[in-house]
């Protein structure tokens, strides 16, 4: 993967500081909670792969400040005067991708390419990523630590991530390499673009009900897809090669539900699901990589949930 040479986005705001912040999940602490996965692993994991509407609902309910995080704008065209210093190599990533997430979504809203669930966006609004190096990050959603993983606050727009996430996916999930990395800022990318055009209202719609689960899987599927749809789209301009495509599809695999619920308690449960198989992920991310049309990607449109 070839950053040399690239556009990098003005929409990277780094932000250091921050004292720490207890977190709740469903209103609980959830140092007093079960993780819903029937075993005790990382909580940033746990809070990776569940739902983003639910996700969402945590990080608005979670207690404890932010303990006044100072805020670093981009100052620039490239960003490099608001990089904290011994930082840079990190900042031109997240530059550099964020600004060719941009470039894919801008072309495909321009060109209506996207399923819609009552909303078509006539222009790309680009999203803002914050990359956060201390304890904790006050969010349009609340104030998150750094137990929680990359996620998107529809609220504000705004993608959040601390950069340390990234040693927890090499060393925890097996899951290294920057195309790697990559795909998790492209899957969150692909929850505002799913936020632009819909679909997060009608899983927000689902929230409570029956088909609940099944509805946060259909919408981290779509995510996959879409984050498959900028890498092929992208491949070219990013030298995107065989070994970045399976840093990717390792990285969807080892982040699967029945693979995650294996390694913390020993079994499965489908029901208990909220982002799909190690199969699906893989499935649905290669789907959108090898066709680069983000209109395959309606996971809403399969009737049949089995069939996803």
Do not use: K
Not at 38 to 64: D, H, V
Not at 142 to 164: E, H, K, M, R, W
């Amino acid at each position: 993967m070839r950053l040399d040479d690239q556009r990098r986005s003005t929409n990277v705001e780094y932000r250091t500081g921050g004292g720490g912040g207890g977190g709740m999940r469903g209103g609980l602490p959830l140092r007093m909670r079960g993780l819903g996965l029937g075993g005790i692993i990382i909580i940033g994991i746990i809070l990776l792969i569940m739902p983003a509407n639910m996700r969402n609902a945590i990080l608005g309910q979670i207690m404890g400040g932010g303990g006044g995080a100072q805020t670093q704008s981009v100052g620039d065209s490239a960003g490099s005067a608001a990089c904290p210093a011994g930082q840079e190599q990190s900042c031109q990533f997240f530059e550099v991708v964020l600004g060719s997430t941009e470039d894919v979504w801008g072309a495909v809203v321009q060109q209506r390419a996207l399923p819609s669930y009552g909303a078509t966006p006539a222009t790309y609004a680009q999203p803002r990523l914050v990359v956060f190096f201390g304890q904790s990050v006050d969010t349009g959603c609340g104030t998150a630590t750094t137990d929680v993983g990359p996620f998107y606050c529809p609220v504000d727009s705004q993608l959040y991530i601390n950069p340390s996430f990234y040693e927890t996916m090499a060393r925890r999930l097996n899951a290294p390499g920057d195309f790697a990395q990559a795909y998790v800022i492209a899957h969150e990318v692909g929850h505002h673009v799913q936020n632009l055009i819909g679909a997060t209202r009608l899983v927000n719609q689902a929230r409570g009900g029956p088909q609940e689960n099944q509805m946060s899987v259909r919408l981290e599927l779509q995510a996959d897809c879409l984050a498959g749809v900028w890498g092929n789209r992208e491949r070219a301009d990013l030298s995107i090669d065989a070994a970045d495509l399976q840093e990717a599809l390792n990285a969807a695999h080892q982040i699967g539900d029945d693979t995650l619920q294996r390694n913390s308690r020993g079994y499965a449960s489908p029901d208990s699901f909220t982002h799909g198989s190690s199969e699906q992920r893989m499935r649905w991310f290669r789907r959108g990589f090898d066709g680069g049309d983000a209109r395959q990607c309606d996971t809403f449109g399969v009737r049949d949930f089995r069939q996803l």
